[in-house]
């Protein structure tokens, strides 16, 4: 019998000891721009760097990549954790390692049974390269303290694989409707290859659920891989989500200095690395944005910068002044940004210091707010309105 994730009590907690401190507050310190900590924080318990963190769909179960290429799942309700087998070999080591995770909330369930996941990875390739992949499979979790996932094939493929371990993005994400697979791929730190639309780096792609090149891209005349894109002209994308009205944001880092928030369009060229609020990190100067370029131009951008990794658009009532909101995990400045939409423009709000790289972002079933630390022993968080 698959088990309902409404009754885990039996769930097997040893691999990360969380029971002492699943209901333990954290000593992280949190404070605003005004001193003020709108939130407690928990700690709910420690994981091998951290990359994507996801809630199944109709659960309070949060899946947590490890991007050296494991995967667990922790029982919200309980604290009680399970691993994943069944996981592809991943080409770890810079940023690359296992990435992303995505279901589709159409099979939305209580229970935790046969569901469709996505996952996003780096894969290495002929040679000394290595480029992102996404791939498909079937999630199945018969056993309390274990899933699988069957049947994983690559759907996806940054094309061309290129050498460095840089600038894989490979954040997914699924359209409000359920019909379309956005993913983000950066331009793994080859610049150039952001404004070539023969190849697929530096661009979102949006696919059909399948993988293939969706009807009605901007250039699905062209064929091959230039019929996946959807904007191009981006650098390091780390975050994808949708606002209220059902609009594609992303966040990226610039290089020194220009970090984005842009609202994605169909067909946008988004500049880089011919524009950018930043500069080279040696220093050479790169044209600022500007109104007369033809460039899209980010909705808020950040000098110093944030160094994003990852965003949400907060929609639930516990935290209610902040619905609508996007909120930004940051790396560099340690840091949970609040960032206000107005239509297309946008403007940080204030943030929350933690003394922690913050790599992922996700909100609970109940509205709280789930963070991932980066690196070694990353600590998942809880945020809970006071």
Not at 166 to 195: C, F, T, V, W
């Amino acid at each position: 019998m698959i088990p309902s994730f409404r009754l885990m009590s039996a769930l097997s907690f040893s691999a990360l000891a969380l029971a002492s401190c699943a209901n333990a507050q954290t000593g992280e310190t949190a404070a605003s721009d005004n001193g003020e900590m709108p939130f407690t924080v928990e700690e709910m318990g420690s994981f091998d760097e951290p990359w994507a963190i996801e809630f199944a769909p109709g659960t309070p179960v949060l899946f947590v990549t490890e991007k050296s290429g494991s995967m667990k799942f922790l029982d919200t309700t309980t604290g009680k954790t399970g691993t994943v087998s069944g996981l592809p070999h991943v080409a770890y080591g810079g940023q690359g390692g296992l990435g992303d995770i995505a279901f589709l909330a159409s099979e939305a369930s209580d229970v935790l049974d046969r569901r469709t996941i996505y996952l996003s990875w780096a894969k290495a390739g002929d040679g000394d390269t290595r480029g992102a992949v996404v791939g498909k499979g079937t999630l199945v979790c018969g056993e309390p303290e274990s899933c699988s996932i069957e049947g994983l094939a690559v759907i996806w493929r940054q094309s061309p694989k290129v050498t460095g371990r840089g600038h894989y993005s490979h954040r997914i994400s699924i359209s409000p409707d359920g019909h379309y697979l956005y993913i983000a791929s950066g331009e793994r730190q080859k610049m150039q290859p952001a404004q070539d639309t023969t190849n697929n780096l530096g661009s979102i792609v949006r696919l059909n659920l399948d993988g293939t090149p969706a009807a009605g891209n901007p250039m699905a005349d062209k064929g091959g891989v230039t019929a996946e894109i959807w904007s191009y002209g981006h650098r390091n994308i780390l975050g994808l989500d949708w606002d209220a009205s059902g609009r594609l944001w992303d966040v990226e880092h610039g290089p020194a200095g220009g970090d984005e928030l842009n609202l994605v369009k169909a067909g946008a060229n988004y500049g880089w690395p011919l524009r950018s609020n930043g500069e080279h990190y040696n220093g050479d100067p790169i044209p600022d944005h500007a109104a007369d370029d033809g460039f899209a131009k980010p909705a808020v951008s950040w000098t110093p910068v944030i160094a994003p990794g990852d965003m949400i658009f907060y929609s639930a009532d516990m935290f209610g002044a902040w619905k609508g909101e996007a909120l930004i995990t940051g790396l560099g400045s340690q840091a949970l940004v609040r960032v206000a939409i107005d239509g297309e423009t946008a403007r940080e709000v204030t943030r929350y210091e933690f003394d922690a790289r913050l790599r992922s972002v996700e909100q609970g079933p109940d509205g709280a707010i789930w963070i991932a630390q980066d690196g070694k022993d990353g600590q998942v968080l809880k945020l809970t309105a006071k």
